[in-house]
C-alpha cells in the first residue's frame, strides 16, 4: 500500500487527532508527522489553504480540510458504511461537529471577562444544547451508524472529549451529559479496541 503522511500538531483533542485516529482505526500505514508550533509559520504557506491537517500521499497534490480526510478514510478504508446514503448521512455529522466548533470558536479572543462569561453561557444554553438535541436523533446506537465504528464516531468522540475536559472557561465539562447517546458513542468509542490500541501506544 502507498504510504501515507499526516501533518498536524501534537494535540489531543483536535481535528488532526481525528485523523491520526481514524488512519490507524482503519489500518492505514502511515507517517504521523508532528509539527512544532515554532515551525509552523514557515509551513503555513505551503499547505492548500494555510491549515492543518493535511494528508499527503506520494505523487499526488496535499489534501487539507479534516473532514474531507476522514470522509476519504472512511470510505477508502472501510470506516464509512458501504451504502451510499448511510455514510452520507455519516458525513454530514461531521460538518455538523464542524458547525459547533465555529461557534465554540466565535467565543475565542474575548478580553472582557463577564462578556465571555455571557458569550459562554449563551453557547451552551443555545448551539451546543441545539447541536447535542439533533445529534442525539442521528445517533442509531451503539455508535452513530449502528454496530460499526465510523469516522463519524472517533470526531463526535473527539469533540466530546475537548468539552468533557473542561478546559472552556465556563462550559461546564458535564454539558453534554443529559445527551445519554452521546455519552454512550463516547463510551463505545474510548472502549473500542483500536481506540484503546492508539492510547496504548507510546505517543
Ligand atoms: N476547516 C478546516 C479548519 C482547519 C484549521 O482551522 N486548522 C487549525 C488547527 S485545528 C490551524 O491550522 N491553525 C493554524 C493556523 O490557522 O494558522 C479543517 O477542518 O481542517
Known sequence: M???KLTYFDAPTSRGEECRLALFAAGVDFVDNRVARADWPALKPTTPFGSLPVLELEGKP???QSNTILAYVGRRFG???SDEWEALRLE???GACEDLRAAVGATFGIADADELKRRRAALVEGPLRAWAGNMEKQITGPFAGGSELSVADIKLFILANWFKK???DHVPADALSPFAKLEAVR???SAHPKIVAWYARAQ
Open 92 to 94: 454530514s455529522l461531521l
Open 166 to 168: 473542561g478546559v472552556l
Open 79 to 81: 470506516l464509512l458504511p
Open 2 to 4: 502507498p504510504k501515507f
Open 187 to 189: 463510551a463505545n468509542v
Open 62 to 64: 496535499p489534501i487539507s
